[in-house]
């Protein structure tokens, strides 16, 4: 994925159905990967909010987050979760492989979950004693 197609993803569905499906006030959380950080994204989401931050973005709030800190980003460790129980041996169509991906999501043990939000304070004090830098999380 590079910039443009990020751009596309924030502009046409990430906002849109944020708004939609959580309501005006929703969080949203980006880390400052690259392509999230280019002039093209964080220039729509500052133009956008200058004109008319009501009518385009509701009252979406972009949380601020460390650069490039997967520490604290809970999404990464679910993206390893779901990687170590897809199978790769298994030849699959692009179609099949997305089904795989939401099976797995959807059977996450709620114990998983528990264990990755409860770790929050322990990996947010890490980061900081890290200085920002790489932590054991």
Known sequence: ????VYHSILVHTAIPEGKRLIGKGFVFQEDNDPKHASTLCRGYLKKRRNQC????????????????????????????YIDSKLNRSVRTSQDKMWQMVQDVWNSIPAKILKKYIFSMKKRCKAVIAAKGGHTRY
């Not at 994925?1 to 443009?4: F, P, R, T, V």
């Not at 949380?63 to 604290?72: F, G, H, R, S, Y």
């Open 1 to 4: 994925m590079d910039q443009k």
């Open 53 to 80: 931050l009501q009518m385009v973005l509701g009252d979406v709030v972009r949380m601020v987050w460390p650069p490039q800190n997967p520490d604290l980003n809970p999404m990464e460790a679910m993206w390893d």
